[in-house]
């Protein structure tokens, strides 16, 4: 009796420091966990700072801009987008953007074949002796 009771003491001081390895393993854990939030909660309130100075500036240069931005995004958090009407100013809007942007991109072209046709002005008709000078000396 007395082997078993030896067995069950050392078996209670085996379960014993079982759980206190455990406990301390989830108490460093707890504490890796503590550092690393307050690393994010730091990084949070530097991006915050960065982007309340860069709203501010926004605000200061462009008031007007930030102003339809602001009411843009909270006429579609409100819920606007789902109307009718706002499916039919969007497609216009994308009309209209697309028609500015074909028209831009029109005079690009325009411009690009009015420099390949006339010369360009960088000496493409002077062929008088292969000098760029001579052909700008009679006036």
């Known amino acids: 009796m007395a082997e078993n009771r030896n067995q069950v003491s050392n078996g209670a001081d085996n379960a014993a420091k079982s759980a206190q390895r455990g406990a301390q393993s989830i108490m460093n854990s707890g504490r890796q966990i503590q550092g690393d939030v307050q690393q994010l909660a730091g990084h949070v309130q530097e991006t915050t700072n960065e982007l309340t100075t860069l709203i501010t500036e926004q605000v200061r240069e ?25 499916l039919m100013a969007f497609g216009v809007a994308t009309r209209f953007a697309m028609a500015m942007a074909a028209k831009e991109m029109g005079s690009w072209v325009t411009e690009g074949f009015g420099d390949v046709g006339g010369g360009g002005g960088g000496g493409g008709g002077n062929r008088q002796g292969g000098q760029q000078g001579q052909g700008h000396q009679k006036h």
Do not use: E, M
């Not at 462009?62 to 706002?86: C, E």
């Open 62 to 86: 462009r008031p007007y801009t930030v102003l339809a931005t602001a009411a843009g995004i909270g006429y579609l958090l409100g819920g606007g987008l789902s109307s009718k009407l706002t």
